[in-house]
């Protein structure tokens, strides 16, 4: 990816008993994700791409809920965003996207039916499907969204960690980062 690269980072135990924790951080770190979010659209004049994984997807989306109700408009704010194996309920998911409204033009979300972890996530949060390990593309066609469907790639370190430690995903990433700059 081009420019500048921030991470954002929240305390998490990243652990099955610590679970509930996790996503109660998610709820506390959203102001703060919020704020750097401000603090990069007044200070830089490029193009913004959020990437966000697992728990990380569903604190952009709450963050987006957030400042959607204060006004703000995904869609201007932000030129792409790909969501990761995203560990969000289906139907929390198309709540946050109609309470968001319209999303970037350039919006994808990466799902696999082979991640363990959102298997347990299911599990413990005793939902059916996670949007992360779901695959319906007609689902996210519905929603605005373009589905990549990573559940083949064989080549991760990990099946939770597909976008991160695949070639095969890492160089097809770089593909969809560099159409927000055509």
Known sequence: ???PQVTFAWPSDETVPAY????????HARQSFSDLLD??????????????HSLGAFLVMETLVQRSLRGRDASVD???LALLQPDIALDVFSEQIRM???????SHVVASVADPALRVS???SQAAER???????SYYTDLGLRLIDVSSIQDARTPHLV????????????????QTST
Do not use: C
């Not at 968001?100 to 350039?106: A, E, H, L, R, W």
């Not at 949007?131 to 593309?137: F, I, K, L």
């Open 1 to 3: 990816m081009r420019g």
């Open 20 to 27: 509930v924790h996790d996503r109660d951080s998610v709820l």
């Open 122 to 124: 299911a599990r413990v």
């Open 39 to 52: 603090v990069i659209l007044d200070n830089w004049r490029g193009q913004i791409f959020v990437v966000a």
């Open 163 to 178: 976008a991160f430690s695949s070639p095969t995903f890492l160089s097809f990433l770089r593909q969809i980062s560099n």
């Open 100 to 106: 968001i409204g319209k999303t970037p033009q350039v």
């Open 131 to 137: 949007v992360g390990s779901y695959t319906d593309e």
């Open 78 to 80: 932000l030129d792409g």
